[in-house]
C-alpha cells in the first residue's frame, strides 16, 4: 500500500483532500495529516511516506524549507504542491527543489486524482526497479558463491592444475593480487564417540563458521574464498606481503571465538590448519592439499588447536598392519567371536601408536582399509555404501580413539548380525567347537571331549561337524595346529622342539612327518623358506 501524507495549515482543506479520493482504488492510504511545516518535517521522517501534498505557505516552516528537509530524509518521496494564484511564482520555483506538481486553489477532484494516480504509476515503476536490481544483485551473488564453490572443487581435484592470478581474476572473479597466497582449513568434529548432532546442524555451524572467517579476514586480506565440504571450511586466502604472522593472528583469534561459543553450537569441537604461505598462484593446489594433511594431525595431536607443520615421512608401510589385523579377524568371524575382534583392534591400535612419526592421514587411512577389510571378509553385498556409511561416520571423529570406537562398533554390529541369524541353526554347536578347539589346540584334546563340551554325543557331533564344515573333527584340528606352528615358525626364534608342544604334540617325529604332509616340507625348511 502506497502511503500518503497531506500537510496544511487549515483542517478543511485537510479533510477536503482525504474526502474527494476514493484511496483504495488506488492501492493508497493516508498515513498522516500535519498542520504546520515542522510537525509535517518530523511526520515524514517517522513515517516516510511515498507521497506528500503540502500547501505552500505554513506557519512554522513555508513549503520550500518543508521540500529541502523532508529530501534529505526521503529522497524519491513524491511532493504535491497547493497553492493559490497569488503565490504561482512562488510554486513555480518550488519545482525546482523536486516537486513533482502543482495544484491550484480550489482543489479539483479530477486534477487531484490524475495527479495521484500519474505518482502511483512512477512509484510502482521505482519499485519494479529495484525489486529488479536486488534480484540482478543476488543473482550475481549466487553465480559468484558458485565460481568459489568451483573454484575450490577444483583446487581439491587430483589432476594437476596451475591457476594464474589472471585466470582467478577473469573466470572467477577474485580480487587476488601479488602476495601471498595460504590455503586453510576448519574442521568440525563430535566431541563424542556418539554424540547427537546431525547434518543440519553441523550445516548451520558451518555456515557460521564461514562469516566468521570472511568477516575477520577480509579487513586483513586482498581476498578470501572459503567452501563448505562436508563437515569442514576449506579455502585460501590472498594478502600482503609482510602479514603472515597478523594472518595467522587472525586465524587464532577466530578459534578461540568458536571455542567460546561452543556452549550455542552444542557436543562439537573445532580444529584449524594452515597449509604454507606461498607467493605463486599456480601453487595453491599444494598449499590447500598441505591444509587438508594437516588438518588429520587433530587425530594424534588433539583438537582445539591451530596446526601448521606437515608431518614427517612414517614407516607405516613397513609394519604389515592390515595383513596381521586381517589374519586375526578371518578367525574372528569364522567363529563369530566379539572379543577375538576385539582384540585385533587393540593389536592394530597398539601397532600404529608404536610407529615413529605417525600420520593422522595415515591413520585414518588404514582405519577406512580395515574395515574394507572387515566388511569383505562378511561377504556383504552393499559393501561401498555400507563402506560409504562407514567413512561419514567417522568424519566427525577428532581422535585416534574415536576412530578405532567406530570401527569396534561395526565390527560388532556385523558379528552379532551373523551370531543372531545362526544362533538356533546346528552351525551353533560347531562354531562352540571351533571356539573349544582355538583355545585349547595345545593340549591333547579328543573329539569327544569337544562333543561334550559343546553338549552333544561324540556320534552326532562328528557328522554334524563335518557336514557344516566340509571335512572331520581330527583333520580340522591338524590344520588349526599346522597353522599356529606355521606362524610360530616365521614370526619367532622358539626351537622346533618347543613349538611342537605348543600347538599339542609330544612327539617331535610325529610332528615333524605331519607338518611335512600338510606343507611339503620340514618346519625347519619352512622356517628357512619364510621366517
Not at 486553489?105 to 505518482?119: C, G, M, R, V
Request: proline content about 2%; charged content about 25%; hydrophobic content about 40%.
Amino acid at each position: 500500500m502506497i502511503k500518503v501524507m497531506i500537510a496544511d495549515d487549515e483542517e478543511r482543506i485537510c479533510q477536503l483532500i482525504e474526502a474527494l479520493i476514493d484511496w483504495e482504488s488506488l492501492h493508497m492510504e493516508v498515513a498522516g495529516i500535519a498542520h504546520n511545516g515542522m510537525e509535517a518535517c518530523e511526520m515524514v521522517r517517522q513515517i516516510r511516506p511515498d507521497i506528500l501534498i503540502t500547501d505552500i505557505r505554513m506557519p512554522g516552516c513555508n513549503g520550500l524549507e518543508l521540500i529541502e528537509n523532508v529530501k534529505k530524509s526521503v529522497e524519491d518521496l513524491q511532493i504535491v504542491i497547493i497553492s493559490g494564484y497569488a503565490h504561482f511564482a512562488y510554486a513555480q520555483t518550488a519545482i525546482k527543489f523536486g516537486v513533482g506538481d502543482y495544484l491550484l486553489k480550489p482543489i479539483n477532484k479530477i486534477e487531484l486524482a490524475s495527479t495521484l494516480q500519474k505518482f502511483k504509476e512512477r512509484i510502482e515503476e521505482r519499485m519494479q526497479l529495484r525489486e529488479e536490481q536486488l534480484w540482478i544483485q543476488h543473482k550475481s551473488e549466487a553465480d559468484i558463491r558458485l565460481f568459489r564453490a568451483n573454484l575450490m572443487d577444483r583446487l581439491m581435484e587430483q589432476k594437476t592444475w596451475e591457476p594464474s592470478i589472471e585466470i582467478l581474476q577473469k573466470d572467477y572473479y577474485l580480487q587476488v593480487q601479488e602476495g601471498i597466497f595460504q590455503g586453510f582449513v576448519v574442521k568440525i568434529d563430535a566431541d563424542e564417540e556418539n554424540a547427537n548432532i546431525n547434518q543440519a546442524g553441523i550445516n548451520i555451524i558451518l555456515e557460521k563458521t564461514q562469516t566468521l572467517l570472511e568477516n575477520s579476514l577480509k579487513a586483513r586480506c586482498t581476498e578470501i574464498v572459503v567452501g563448505i565440504k562436508g563437515s569442514s571450511c576449506i579455502g585460501f586466502v590472498n594478502y600482503a606481503d609482510g602479514q603472515t604472522e597478523e594472518v595467522r593472528r587472525v586465524f587464532r583469534g577466530c578459534l578461540n571465538q568458536l571455542e567460546i561459543e561452543k556452549g550455542i553450537f552444542g557436543p562439537v569441537l573445532f580444529t584449524a590448519a594452515l597449509g604454507n604461505a606461498i607467493k605463486n598462484a599456480g601453487n595453491l593446489q599444494d598449499t590447500v592439499g598441505q591444509a587438508l594433511v594437516i588438518i588429520e594431525e587433530r587425530l594424534l595431536k588433539g583438537t582445539g588447536k591451530l596446526l601448521e607443520r606437515l608431518p614427517a615421512e612414517s614407516t607405516v608401510h613397513e609394519q604389515n598392519i592390515l595383513e596381521k589385523y586381517l589374519r586375526q579377524m578371518v578367525h574372528a568371524i569364522e567363529v563369530m567371536s566379539l572379543e577375538e575382534g576385539e582384540e585385533a583392534v587393540s593389536q592394530m591400535n597398539q601397532q600404529m601408536l608404536a610407529i615413529k612419526d605417525l600420520k593422522g592421514c595415515e591413520v585414518r587411512e588404514l582405519i577406512y582399509s580395515a574395515a574394507g577389510l572387515f566388511l569383505s571378509q562378511v561377504e556383504v553385498k552393499n559393501r561401498g555404501e555400507e563402506l560409504k556409511v562407514f567413512e561419514e561416520q567417522c568424519s566427525l571423529c577428532g581422535s585416534m580413539e574415536q576412530l578405532m570406537g567406530q570401527l569396534r562398533a561395526l565390527q560388532r554390529r556385523y558379528v552379532e548380525q551373523m551370531r543372531a541369524s545362526r544362533e538356533a541353526d546346528a552351525v551353533r554347536p560347531v562354531r562352540m567347537a571351533k571356539q573349544y578347539i582355538q583355545n585349547h589346540y595345545s593340549e591333547p584334546i579328543t573329539q569327544e571331549e569337544v562333543s561334550s563340551a559343546v553338549g552333544l554325543s561324540a556320534a552326532y557331533f562328528s557328522v554334524l561337524f563335518k557336514k557344516v564344515e566340509g571335512e572331520g573333527f581330527a583333520k580340522y584340528l591338524i590344520n588349526v595346529r599346522m597353522e599356529q606352528a606355521k606362524i610360530l615358525l616365521r614370526e619367532t626364534n622358539t626351537p622346533v622342539s618347543k613349538i611342537c608342544q605348543q600347538v599339542g604334540y609330544n612327539d617331535l617325529k610325529h610332528f615333524t612327518h605331519t607338518f611335512e604332509k600338510a606343507t611339503g616340507v620340514k618346519p625347519s625348511v619352512y622356517r628357512k623358506m619364510y621366517g
